[in-house]
C-alpha cells in the first residue's frame, strides 16, 4: 500500500488546493502535472548524483569547518536550531548561485531572512486549510502598499518578503549573467535559462525559476537542519548513546580538528544509525501530503475511488508504526543494527519516494555525516540552563516547527 502511489510511474497527481503556495506554486515541487515535472525534474538532477555531490565534498567540508569556528567561538547560548539551517543553507547557495548568503557570519545564527523563512513557514498552515488567503493578502501588499512600508505595516511579510527577495535576487543575477554569455559558472539552474530543443524543454519563466530558487533554498536548509538538531537534542539525552557515537568516531578521526572524509564517515554503522534514526524521528516533510486519483479512478485496497478523490500519505505515519518500529516514540539507534531491517527500510520515507523522491537527497545524506559526525568527534555538549523539553515539541507547517530553539553550550574536547 505504501508505494502505490509514490511508484515512479504512478498517475496520481498532486492536489492542487494543497500545492498552492503563492511563494512557490510554479516551483518543480508544486508542478501538479506529471510529465511537467518529470522533464523539470530532469534538469535539475544530474547535479545531485552521487557523483556530483562527491565532488562538493571540497565545499560542504570547508563550510562544516566554519560553521565548527564559529560554534568554538560562541561556546555559550547557543541557538543550535538556527545555527544547522545556517550551515546547511550556506552550502546549498553557494552551489545553486554561486554565491554564499553567509548566514554563519550573523553573530546570533538569526539573519534576517532566515527569521522570514520561519515566519513564512507559519503561513503554509494557513494556506493548507483556507487556500488563497496568503495569496490575496501578498497581492494587496505587492499591488497597493510601496515595499518600503510592508515591514511597517506588518513585520511578518517584511521579513517573508526580505527571504523571497533574497533568494529571487540570486537566481536572476544568474539568468543575467548566463544570458550574457557567461558560462563559467557554477549554478544548477543552467539547463533552464534558455530553450533546449533537442530534449524538448522550454526555458523557465521568471517566476518559475524565483519559485524553484525559493523551494530549493527551503528544502537544502529546513529539513536538515532540523534532523541534524534532533541527533544532537537525542545525544544529550542519552549520553551513553553519545558516548558509543565518539568512540566510534574516535576510530576515523584522530583527534578533535583532524580532517575526515565523507566516504569514511558513511561507512560508520552507528553513526549512520544515528542518522537513520533522527531522520525517522524529524520525518522530513510529515504530511498528510495529498494526491489526487487518476481519469477514470484507481483501486486502492479492493476500494474503486473515482477520478479526483484524494489521498493523503504521512511519512509520520509511517515512521511510527509499532508493528514496524518497536516502542516507535522512543530514540534508539540500536534498532537499525539488527540483522534483519527491511521491513524498516520498506517503511523508512524521510525523503518521500518514487517519481517525486527528494531530488537533494545525496546532498542531504553527506552533509547529515559531516556535520553531525565532526560536531561529535570535536565538542562537549549540553543544554543550556532554561531549556526545556518541550521546546522540541513540534507542529507540522508543512515541515515539523518545533515550539522553541535547542539553545547548548559547547566545549572542545581535550582528546
Not at 494543497?18 to 538532477?45: C, G, M, Q, W
Not at 545555527?83 to 553557494?94: A, E, H, K, M, N
Not at 530553539?405 to 566545549?411: D, G, H, P
Request: proline fraction near 5%.
Amino acid at each position: 500500500m505504501i508505494l502505490k502511489y509514490t511508484t515512479i510511474n504512478t498517475k496520481f497527481s498532486k492536489s492542487s488546493d494543497f500545492y498552492n503556495h503563492p511563494s512557490a506554486n510554479e516551483s518543480i515541487v508544486e508542478t501538479l502535472d506529471i510529465k511537467e515535472a518529470h522533464a523539470r525534474r530532469a534538469a535539475f538532477a544530474p547535479y545531485f548524483s552521487k557523483p556530483a555531490v562527491h565532488k562538493l565534498e571540497d565545499l560542504i567540508q570547508s563550510k562544516v569547518t566554519f560553521f565548527l569556528t564559529r560554534i568554538q567561538e560562541l561556546g555559550t547560548n547557543i541557538n543550535i536550531s538556527r545555527g544547522l539551517r545556517c550551515l546547511t543553507v550556506d552550502i546549498i547557495t553557494t552551489y545553486s548561485y554561486e554565491e554564499s548568503f553567509n548566514a554563519l557570519s550573523d553573530p546570533t545564527f538569526s539573519p534576517g531572512w532566515l527569521l522570514g523563512f520561519e515566519q513564512l513557514l507559519d503561513t503554509t498552515a494557513t494556506q493548507n486549510f483556507l487556500p488563497g488567503t496568503f495569496a490575496a493578502i501578498e497581492y494587496v501588499l505587492e499591488k497597493f502598499i510601496p515595499r518600503s512600508y510592508v515591514s511597517k505595516i506588518s513585520p511578518m511579510m517584511g521579513d517573508v518578503l526580505k527571504f523571497t527577495d533574497t533568494c529571487s535576487s540570486a537566481v536572476m543575477k544568474q539568468k543575467f549573467r548566463y544570458l550574457s554569455g557567461e558560462r563559467d559558472m557554477v549554478t544548477i539552474f543552467a539547463q533552464l535559462f534558455e530553450d533546449d530543443e533537442k530534449r524538448g524543454r522550454k526555458a523557465l519563466t521568471d517566476k518559475q525559476l524565483i519559485h524553484d530558487a525559493i523551494s530549493t533554498i527551503a528544502a537544502g536548509m529546513d529539513t536538515t537542519g532540523h534532523t541534524l538538531t534532533y541527533a544532537i537534542y537525542y545525544l544529550v539525552k542519552y549520553p551513553e548513546v553519545q558516548k558509543r557515537l565518539l568512540e566510534e568516531l574516535k576510530g576515523v578521526i584522530g583527534s578533535p580538528r583532524a580532517d575526515v572524509k565523507e566516504e569514511v564517515l558513511g561507512n560508520l554503522p552507528f553513526l549512520q544509525a544515528c542518522i537513520k534514526e533522527s531522520l525517522r524521528f524529524s520525518h522530513g516533510v510529515p504530511g498528510p501530503l495529498p494526491r489526487d486519483a487518476p481519469a477514470g479512478g484507481a483501486t486502492f485496497l479492493s476500494y474503486h475511488l473515482p477520478a479526483g478523490t484524494v489521498i493523503l500519505n504521512s511519512a509520520y505515519t509511517y515512521h511510527t508504526n509499532p508493528a514496524v518500529f518497536p516502542d516507535p516514540f522512543k530514540w534508539d539507534p540500536s534498532r537499525w543494527l539488527v540483522e534483519d531491517t527491511k521491513d524498516m527500510q520498506r517503511y523508512f520515507m524521510p525523503f518521500s519516494r518514487g517519481s517525486r523522491i527528494c531530488i537533494g537527497m545525496n546532498l542531504a545524506e553527506a552533509e547529515l555525516s559531516l556535520a553531525l559526525g565532526r560536531f561529535v568527534r570535536r565538542f562537549e555538549f549540553g543544554f543550556m540552563e532554561g531549556f526545556q523539553d518541550s521546546d522540541m515539541e513540534w507542529t507540522s507547517v508543512l515541515v515539523p516547527k518545533t515550539k522553541g530553539m535547542l539553545m547548548i553550550w559547547a566545549k572542545e574536547r581535550e582528546e
